[in-house]
């Protein structure tokens, strides 16, 4: 039967005695289930049982559905067909899959045959004492068509489709060929969950970035540096269709307020005290940003938690054997440890936000000269626009490595900012962590025994 699954995923239809091939095929039943991709596989009981047509149309129409054909030839000829009983159900089936294959493109053939059975063979070994050997070597000679390879090279029609055969001693040979053939390294639940992953990074990244559509003439207004380097590159005339059309620019939403809170911070003022603001432009610049507290907090990445938590992107190390993080997935683990304390942190500031909000107003209306900030509402700004940034470019990072735009899934050192805006307070907390190693070292010394005695 058909196994259950996404329809989207690719199908396998296993064709083969089933007597010589029982626990192969039971093997490859959970090996493919276990890789998510669907299959069909007829199981008929007794090798010389004459099949009706009604027991074998189900598995002529799957053939014409499927993306791969995989035949096993063994040493057994099988289960025969009522209408033409010197023909087995398995060379019924590789007929439709082969006739399919030239008049439609599909299903990819895979033909496997048992060494020893085609060394046998091929030697003439006159001790043998299979009891379809006749059939066998008929039906290796149907499949490798070697008489129609040749009339090809010779003009005379066109080459065979998917002749090759492979000899196979272990299942590993077949796994590896219908990896190879499908073209999908890995399991097809991991390729799909790459893909959704992709689609929600994405989503996530339109919450830092929105986009501005402008003619190069408002974008030459708005950044007059731009456009004198824009002069200089046409030699000082820039021509007037080039200056009206139009051109799409990001807008980064934390950028906004880059270079604002850093001039703010004094290192040795007293952290209860208040940050004086005289100008508009930082006023608003400051709000604008805290009014993006709300979205940051809301940032839902169920899948980011799945690929996390499922370790989706670990490997099986056969010498330790434990699974092993990949580069990838340890950007996915620490972009969605960081999303989450960017979440946490953005909750605990949503009434700082209000209250700053509401501080800066009448600045914003001409109704004062200046204002006042509380220095721990800056401090905690800052440090959130640090991990605003450093989210931005990790999730663009592990999107980039997830479409095969970059060979790493982490971004540079020097692309990152310090979580905290006091110099050299990542690094003081660091030396201020202990490691799982220090705790169990330090439980072992006894050191978290209590002090005995009153």
């Known amino acids: ?74 040493d057994r000829r099988g289960s025969l067909i009522s209408e033409d009983p010197k023909r087995s159900i398995t060379e019924a089936e590789y007929d439709v899959a082969y006739q399919s294959r030239r008049k439609t ?3 990819k053939l895979l033909c496997f045959v048992r060494d020893e059975v085609a060394r046998d063979i091929r030697r003439s070994n006159p001790e043998l004492k299979y009891q379809d050997l006749k059939h066998t070597q008929s039906f290796i000679d149907k499949v490798e068509r070697i008489a129609e390879t040749n009339a090809a ?6 080459p065979p489709a998917d002749n090759w055969l492979h000899r196979f001693r272990e299942f590993s040979d077949i796994a590896t060929e219908i990896d190879s053939a499908l073209g999908i390294t890995g399991s097809v639940r991991e390729a799909r969950q790459r893909d959704l992953l992709r689609e929600e990074l994405a989503e996530i990244l339109r919450k830092f970035v929105g986009a501005h559509t402008m003619s190069w003439r408002e974008h030459f207004d708005a950044d007059p540096e731009f456009g004198k380097r824009v002069e ?47 100008d ?6 400051i709000a604008s940003f805290s009014m993006m507290v709300g979205p940051y907090a809301a940032i839902e990445c169920p899948r980011l938690d799945e690929a996390s938590r499922s370790g989706t992107f670990r490997r099986y190390d056969a010498q330790t054997r434990a699974t092993e993080p990949t580069d990838l997935q340890q950007a996915v683990d620490r972009v969605r440890r960081d999303l989450r304390a960017l979440q946490s942190m953005a909750q605990n500031m949503e009434e700082a936000s209000a209250r700053v909000r509401v501080h800066l107003a009448p600045l914003s209306r001409n109704r004062a000269g200046s ?26 990072s592990l999107l980039e490595a997830l479409l095969g ?18 110099p050299n307070m990542d690094q003081e907390v660091a030396r201020e962590t202990a490691t799982p190693e220090e705790i169990l070292g330090w439980t072992r010394e006894g050191l978290f025994e209590p002090v005995s005695g009153k």
């Open 232 to 278: 200089e590159l046409f030699a000082g005339s820039i021509p007037k269709e080039f200056l009206n059309e139009e051109v799409r620019l990001p807008r980064i939403w934390h950028r906004i307020a880059d270079g604002v809170f850093e001039p703010l911070i004094e290192l040795h003022a007293d952290p209860m005290g208040t940050v004086k603001i005289d």
């Open 371 to 396: 204002v006042g900030l509380r220095r721990s509402d800056v401090t905690e700004f800052a440090g959130l626009h640090n991990s605003v940034h450093n989210i931005f470019v990790r999730l663009a």
């Open 153 to 158: 090279r010779e003009g005379k029609g066109d």
């Open 1 to 74: 039967m058909a196994s259950l699954g996404d329809s989207t995923a690719p199908l396998v239809f296993v064709s083969s005695t089933v007597e010589d091939f029982r626990d192969l095929r039971s093997a490859l039943r959970f090996w493919l289930d276990s890789l998510g991709y669907r299959r069909f596989m007829s199981e008929f009981t007794g090798s010389d049982k004459v099949l009706g047509p009604g027991t074998y149309d189900a598995c002529f129409e799957a053939i014409h559905r499927a993306d791969l054909y995989v035949l096993l030839i063994g």
């Open 105 to 107: 493109g599909r299903p």
């Open 280 to 285: 508009y432009g930082t006023a608003f610049k």
């Open 405 to 422: 735009q970059s060979s790493s899934p982490f971004p540079g050192d020097d692309d990152l900012r310090s979580h905290s805006p006091f």
